[in-house]
């Protein structure tokens, strides 16, 4: 609000002089502005006006969507305007870009929503015009820009697209203005104008307008706007929405051709990975580009701490030969992706969705001795029991599993238990070997590894753990399991040296 009396009054003799003069001009003529009935005490002094306007009003959602004007209420007599006055309406859009005047923005916006006529209409839209573009990045002023574009005729909504052409960057990258552009692909008959010059923003070669308005270089990919913070949201909504004629496959096609091998790091990105996501998602076979490049780059943005998500939404929604292709690479990095705090989330995912074979085929990986350095042969699941990231992986190896072959887990990490009890993240997989154990028959309360009836030596025990020989599976004496008296167990030789 304003401080100082002089301010109040020239802001009142602005608003009786009328609008500025760059006004929209193309509407139909109206009379010049005159404030009716105006209590310049009762605007000021009035407690809704004085008070916070962010413990009164609350307009917006976390998304920066509008909200249903029944959640608040702006009393137009408690600032002693008369609506129908068109000096006060250019007098409120003034207070919303000079003072973040959110009871003048809600109140504005109301008047929008239920017009008292048609010519008040006109005038609310002229008003707004008039400073369209402050209004677009301005805290509040968004929210009555995307009211226009909701509630307004076609004619308003293209003179709103006027205003927007040859900036939509510069909007798409405003905290603010982000929102407008997202409202106008939304509301707009033909966005595709608009869609175009946002277009032309993505590649690398036409980012440094990007670059500018958030400070960086121009020779990185992260100026391009499918990474900025702002303008990421704008192009999900592109892929979202559905469009006459549809320009998304040659959008993706050109974009894919654009910014060929740097996908993989639009897909580390923290803003890029929610615009992959999109395309994936919203795109049909256009995107086999995008998807191959990033496949190709498995490993890799397996471990980015925002690509994780990109390779667990192809495992998740992708075609059977994309997750085949994941799976396979891996498998044959299963242990060491296991370690990566990144990574072994995807591990986790890939569980729930690979087949019986391919479970196998890690189960053989881990279980299988290794050659582990002056250490010897030693079973690499044995590593990633007490692990801060792994342990996780062998909880899923365990659940996703049937039932025999989550037995043939168990037979090999009971002799463990007992040392993983004290582990911070071992116990984790301790308390659900010993769950398993004991709801099978396999050990009594006590975990003893002698009911086992195993065939080795049980050298001297150090902190805990049984130093033991390799063993092979089909070599032990397994007592009888119901449903497993025919298991023919696979020929795995099990090294369980701790």
């Known amino acids: 609000m304003y401080e100082e009396r002089g301010d109040k009054e020239r802001l009142l003799s602005q608003s009786i002089n009328?609008?500025?003069?760059?006004?929209?001009?193309?509407?139909?003529?109206?009379?010049?502005?005159?404030?009716?009935k105006l209590d310049t005490k009762s605007i000021w002094d009035s407690d809704d006006v004085k008070?916070?306007?962010?413990?009164?009003?609350?307009?917006?959602?976390?998304?920066?969507?509008?909200?249903?004007?029944?959640?608040?209420?702006?009393?137009?007599?408690?600032?002693?305007?008369?609506?129908?006055?068109?000096?006060?309406?250019?007098?409120?859009?003034?207070?919303?870009?000079?003072?973040?005047?959110?009871?003048?923005?809600?109140?504005?916006?109301?008047?929008?929503?239920?017009?008292?006529?048609p010519a008040?209409?006109?005038?609310?839209?002229?008003?707004?015009m008039s400073q369209a573009l402050p209004l677009m990045k301005n805290r509040f002023g968004n929210f009555l820009m995307q009211r226009l574009l909701e509630t307004g005729t076609q004619e308003m909504k293209e003179g709103v697209a006027t205003v927007m052409r040859g900036r939509i960057v510069e909007l798409s990258c405003?905290?603010?203005?982000?929102?407008?552009?997202?409202?106008?692909?939304?509301?707009?008959?033909?966005?595709?104008?608009?869609?175009?010059?946002?277009?032309?923003?993505?590649?690398?070669?036409?980012?440094?307008?990007?670059?500018?308005?958030?400070?960086?270089?121009?020779?990185?990919?992260?100026?391009?706007?499918?990474?900025?913070?702002?303008?990421?949201?704008?192009?999900?909504r592109i892929f979202q929405l559905r469009y006459?004629?549809?320009?998304?496959?040659?959008?993706?096609?050109?974009?894919?051709?654009e910014l060929a091998g740097n996908w993989h790091k639009i897909a580390n990105d923290e803003n890029g990975s929610l615009v992959v996501q999109s395309i994936f998602e919203g795109c049909g076979g256009e995107k086999?580009?995008?998807?191959?490049?990033?496949?190709?780059?498995?490993?890799?943005?397996?471990?980015?701490?925002w690509g994780n998500w990109v390779i667990q939404h192809l495992l998740e929604h992708g075609t059977p030969s994309d997750r085949q292709a994941i799976l396979s690479v891996l498998a044959s990095h299963f242990y060491t992706l296991s370690l990566d705090q990144y990574a072994s989330k995807v591990l986790e995912k890939a569980l729930k969705y690979c087949t019986k074979r391919d479970l196998?085929?890690?189960?053989?990986?881990?279980?299988?001795?290794?050659?582990?350095?002056?250490q010897g042969q030693k079973c690499l699941i044995l590593n990633m029991m007490g692990h801060q990231y792994a342990n996780y992986v062998v909880q899923h190896l365990i659940m996703a599993g049937d039932q025999m072959q989550r037995e043939m887990i168990v037979r090999v990490l009971l002799p463990h238990v007992g040392g993983l009890r004290n582990s911070k993240f071992g116990q984790r997989v301790a308390g659900l070997v010993e769950k398993i154990a004991r709801g099978r028959g396999l050990v009594g309360a006590a975990t003893n590894i002698s009911t086992l009836g195993m065939n080795v030596n049980v050298g001297s025990l150090s902190n805990g753990n049984a130093n033991l020989t390799s063993v092979n599976i089909n070599a032990l004496s397994i007592p009888t399991i119901p449903g497993l008296e025919n298991y023919d167990y696979p020929p795995i030789n099990v090294g369980l040296r701790c």
């Open 18 to 36: 009328g609008p500025s003069s760059n006004s929209y001009s193309s509407m139909s003529s109206i009379s010049p502005p005159q404030l009716s």
């Open 51 to 117: 008070g916070s306007s962010d413990t009164l009003f609350t307009p917006t959602s976390a998304s920066g969507s509008l909200e249903d004007d029944a959640t608040v209420n702006v009393d137009v007599s408690s600032l002693g305007l008369d609506m129908d006055g068109e000096g006060n309406v250019y007098y409120l859009v003034d207070r919303i870009t000079r003072t973040n005047d959110q009871p003048a923005s809600l109140l504005l916006q109301q008047q929008l929503k239920s017009p008292s006529s």
């Open 120 to 128: 008040h209409l006109q005038i609310l839209f002229a008003a707004i």
């Open 174 to 236: 405003d905290r603010f203005g982000c929102h407008v552009v997202q409202k106008a692909l939304e509301t707009l008959a033909h966005p595709h104008p608009l869609i175009h010059e946002l277009l032309l923003s993505a590649s690398p070669r036409a980012s440094h307008k990007a670059a500018s308005l958030s400070g960086g270089s121009h020779n990185s990919i992260s100026n391009s706007t499918l990474t900025h913070r702002f303008a990421c949201h704008v192009w999900q």
């Open 244 to 257: 006459t004629p549809d320009p998304i496959p040659s959008i993706v096609t050109y974009l894919a051709s």
């Open 288 to 305: 086999k580009d995008i998807v191959r490049e990033i496949l190709g780059r498995c490993g890799e943005v397996a471990r980015g701490q």
């Open 360 to 374: 196998f085929s890690v189960m053989e990986l881990l279980l299988s001795p290794q050659q582990t350095g002056a």
